[in-house]
């Protein structure tokens, strides 16, 4: 009877012992897991394959701005070789990383590796709508400048705008703000495919080098940007209207002067421009139209030097959207138009162009897309040693790329 008593007083101890354990356990709210930083970190990327020499009609045609595969001797050509690294590491800490494994550093060395973005954006406020960005990244001059090469139907950048900023990059600081609404707005131009150039807010404003991205400071002069845009939408239409300029002093690197060319004693030039931009994405039909002035470093002939002239010029793209289930079809149209000088290339080269482009890209999957375009070229290029220079022709281009 002890015996059987002091079993069941056992087994009722256990018993209790057991039940308070498991509702201690119940009633213990879960422990969040923090993830680490390195945990944050995400991988994506872009390739880009060219051929441009079908239909091609003059081999002397060139194009430094747009690739160099362009007449004779050019083949098969990696354009681009990206891979970005990202990450929102804490809550107003945010970073970006991307290398380009496919740069060409001249005409005899291709696919070399080089830096194009490294920078951190830190928010000052909870939502992150007033935040700096700090590094090298693009800067805030012009839409199809700040649109990704992933996403822009033409091949290249039109050379009115993209003259203000080769590579479209420098190294420096930026203040942006847009509000909440705005930022989710900018995000989703890009993932639903309306090649959006990304989140650069409604207002931006910073200082930079000025000597473009991978370049030293050359005269302790930092250039001043800044830009305000805001898109909204007008019965399931998105519009986006911009205003952007820039200021400061260039200098002309030594290395990409002719022996004999007049220029200033300290190389230095006023380097100044204001743009206007309009946007109606693809829904279906897409319109953007750019356009610039200023003054800048420039190369005349008639004097055989390198001077300060005005300059403008624009584009204007055309596109329609079709949708097929997974597949997209865009066929598209550009005018371009540039006079003025690249304060990037040899001697401030002098520019005249007047070019003409109609091309489509078909994405039958999301992950691989192919562009067909054919370009009607007139180009006046000059600097020292090469003056009254004088090319027009016409080639058909094309382009593989893979998104992953």
Partial sequence: MKYRLLCTILLCTLWGYSYAQMMDTTAKPAVKHSPKWFESIQIRGYAQVRYNRLLETNPDLKCEQCDKSWGDNGGFFIRRMRLIFFGQ????????????????????????????????????????EFRFRIGQSKVPFGFENMQSSQNRLPLDRADALNSAVSNERDLGVFFYWAPKKQRELFSSLVKDGLK???????FGFGAYNGQTANKPELNDQLHLAARVSYPFKIKGQIIEPSIQAYSGKFVIPSDQLSNGVKRNKDLSYLDQRIAGTLVLYSKPIGILAEYNFGKGPEFNKETDSIEVRSLQGGFVTLNYMFKSKAQLIIPFLRYQYYDGGK??????????????????????????????????????????????????????????????
């Fill in 89 to 128: 590491i804490h809550k107003q800490v945010y970073f970006y990383v991307q290398p380009d494994l496919a740069s060409s550093a001249s005409t005899t060395g291709l696919h070399f590796a080089q830096l194009r973005d490294a920078y951190f954006d830190v928010g000052i406020d909870r939502e992150n």
């Fill in 196 to 202: 959006g150039s990304g989140d650069y807010g409604v």
């Fill in 343 to 404: 304060k990037h290339e040899k001697d401030a080269r002098s520019y005249e162009v007047n070019d003409l482009e109609f091309g489509v890209e078909w994405q039958p999957v999301k992950n691989f897309e192919l562009v067909a375009m054919y370009t009607i070229s007139r180009r006046r290029f000059e600097d020292f040693s090469l003056q009254d220079n004088f090319q027009k022709g016409n080639l058909l281009r094309l382009q593989a790329q893979v998104n992953f």
